[in-house]
């Protein structure tokens, strides 16, 4: 594995920008640029936004709260992260977060080894020039989701049925 040795600079508002429902998620470093070894991205997690419960079989996952207040559970255990904290998924593990707040939420997400940057690209919805605002989830934008996510080597697990 060979790590560029020119470094990489991305600056504020810049880097590959996707929406996946109104969550926007902007890859400040991806498996190309750092040798595979890892992708790096911000994501501003909307009011009532999130993920759902998943689990990654190819690379660890974690996450920086850098502003406001964002629920996870890891396995069986839910906690509330503020500004500062710091969580680790490792690949194999349930988790999965959301912003029970009215206020919009940012983190930090390391995904290593690189790779999770190519199933956003592919599922997301890239943003062209300026960053708007995200639409809801369709039953369509589900189902590639759900399509896709193996691919990858994501296990997404659906909301029970009622």
């Known amino acids: 594995m060979t790590i560029p040795q020119n470094g990489l600079l991305v600056q504020p508002g810049q880097g590959r920008s996707y929406y996946l429902g109104q969550d926007l998620y902007t890859f400040k470093a991806i498996g190309e640029e750092t040798g595979e070894a890892y992708a790096l991205c911000e994501v501003i997690v909307a009011p009532q936004g999130g993920s759902p419960p998943h689990r990654h079989t190819r690379e660890d996952e974690s996450f920086y709260v850098q502003e406001g207040e964002i629920e996870f559970q890891l396995d069986d255990q839910t906690l509330v992260a503020t500004s500062g904290t710091f969580l680790h998924s490792p690949k194999g593990q349930l988790h999965c977060f959301k912003n ?9 997400v390391w995904v290593v080894p690189a790779g999770f940057e190519k199933f956003m690209a592919e599922i997301g919805k890239a943003v062209n020039g300026k960053v708007t605002s995200g639409a809801s989830l369709t039953p369509e934008d589900l189902d590639k989701i759900l399509t896709t996510a193996p ?12």
């Open 100 to 108: 029970t707040t009215a206020a919009p939420a940012k983190m930090l």
């Open 151 to 162: 691919k990858y080597g994501i296990e997404i697990i659906p909301p029970p049925s009622e």
